[in-house]
C-alpha cells in the first residue's frame, strides 16, 4: 500500500510539472511587458527552444522529411496557431491584464475546445455543454471585471479580448492536432513545429528589428527567455507527456485545471497581484463549469468500459 501510494504521489508530481511551468509563462510575460515588445518576447523564447530541439530535429530528420512532404500545409498551420499567434495573443493580452486572467482564460479553452469539435465535425453537443459552458465564462467574466478594477480601466478591455482570443487559438491548435494526426512521434512533432514557426517568425523578425544585445543578456529578460523556451517549452512539455503515458489523457487532462490555480498563486507571490475574493470566487466557478461539462464524458466512458 505504501509502495502504491509512492508511486501515485510521484505520478501526480509530474503531471503538475506541466501546469506549474506554463502558469510561469503567464507570469514572465506580465513580468516583461514594459521590457520586450510581445512580437520579440515570442520569438526570442522560441529562438531558445529551437536550440536544444534542433539536435532532436537531426535525429529525427527522415521523419519529419516525411511529414512535411505528406502534410506540409498542416504543419505550417499547427506552427503558426500554436507558435506565432497563440503566445503572442497570450503576450500582448499581458501588456493590459493580469497573469491571474490569463490563467483563468487559458482555462476556458477547455470549453472552447468542445465548441470548435461541435462545428468542425459535428460532434454532440449536449444541454450539460451548454450549461457548463455557460457557468464557465460567467467565472471567467468576474475574473476579467475583477482585473480590469485592479490594474486596469475599461479601456483596457484589449487586454482580457486578446487573452481569449489566444485561448480560442489554442483550441484551433489542439482540435487540428487530434483531427490530422501527423504521422510523427512527440518530440519530433514538437521539433517539427517549433522549428516550422521560427521560419514563420523569422522574415517578420529580421524587417521589424529585435531588442539590442545589451537588453536581451539583462538579467531579468535573459532569466526569463531561459525560462521560457526551456523550462515552459521543452521541460513543460517531456513532463506532460511522461506523465500522460503513464496516467492515460483522461486522468492527465485533470491537472490542467490545476494552471488557473497555479497563475493566481505565483501572481500573488512574484508580481504582488491582489488576492481577492472575486478572482478566487471566478476561479471556481470557471472550474466548477468545466467539471460540470465533462462529467458526461466520463460517465460515457465509465459505461464504455463496463
Avoid at 157 to 162: H, R
Amino acid at each position: 500500500m505504501s509502495q502504491f501510494r509512492s508511486e501515485d504521489f510521484h505520478l501526480g508530481a509530474i503531471l503538475c510539472v506541466g501546469p506549474l511551468l506554463w502558469a510561469g509563462n503567464f507570469v514572465i510575460g506580465r513580468s516583461l511587458h514594459d521590457v520586450l515588445e510581445p512580437f520579440q518576447l515570442n520569438f526570442l523564447r522560441w529562438a531558445v527552444a529551437g536550440v536544444f530541439l534542433f539536435p532532436v530535429a537531426l535525429r529525427h530528420r527522415r521523419q519529419i522529411t516525411a511529414a512535411w512532404a505528406t502534410h506540409t500545409k498542416q504543419l505550417l498551420v499547427l506552427a503558426i496557431l500554436s507558435i506565432a499567434l497563440f503566445n503572442w495573443l497570450v503576450y500582448t493580452g499581458l501588456q493590459y491584464a493580469s497573469a491571474s486572467t490569463a490563467g483563468v482564460t487559458f482555462s476556458l479553452s477547455a470549453v472552447f475546445i468542445v465548441f470548435i469539435a461541435w462545428i468542425w465535425r459535428g460532434a454532440p453537443l449536449t444541454a450539460r455543454d451548454l450549461i457548463g459552458a455557460a457557468i464557465a465564462l460567467v467565472g471567467a467574466a468576474i475574473v476579467i471585471f475583477d482585473d480590469l478594477q485592479q490594474i486596469a480601466t475599461a479601456s483596457h478591455l484589449a487586454g482580457p479580448a486578446m487573452l481569449l482570443g489566444a485561448s480560442i487559438t489554442w483550441s484551433v491548435f489542439t482540435v487540428c492536432l487530434k483531427r490530422w494526426s501527423i504521422p510523427l512521434a512527440p518530440q519530433a512533432c514538437l521539433a517539427a513545429t517549433v522549428l516550422s514557426g521560427l521560419a514563420v517568425m523569422t522574415p517578420v523578425a529580421l524587417i521589424t528589428g529585435m531588442p539590442a544585445p545589451d537588453l536581451v543578456l539583462r538579467a531579468d529578460v535573459l532569466f526569463g527567455t531561459l525560462y521560457l523556451g526551456v523550462g515552459a517549452s521543452i521541460v513543460a512539455f517531456c513532463a506532460w507527456q511522461s506523465g500522460v503515458a503513464r496516467a492515460g489523457a483522461a486522468r492527465a487532462g485533470i491537472f490542467l485545471h490545476l494552471v488557473p490555480v497555479f497563475s493566481i498563486c505565483l501572481g500573488f507571490v512574484f508580481l504582488d497581484e491582489a488576492l481577492t475574493l472575486p478572482k478566487l470566487l471566478g476561479t471556481g466557478v470557471v472550474l466548477l463549469g468545466i467539471l460540470f461539462s465533462r462529467m458526461r464524458s466520463r460517465k460515457t466512458e465509465r459505461g464504455h468500459a463496463g
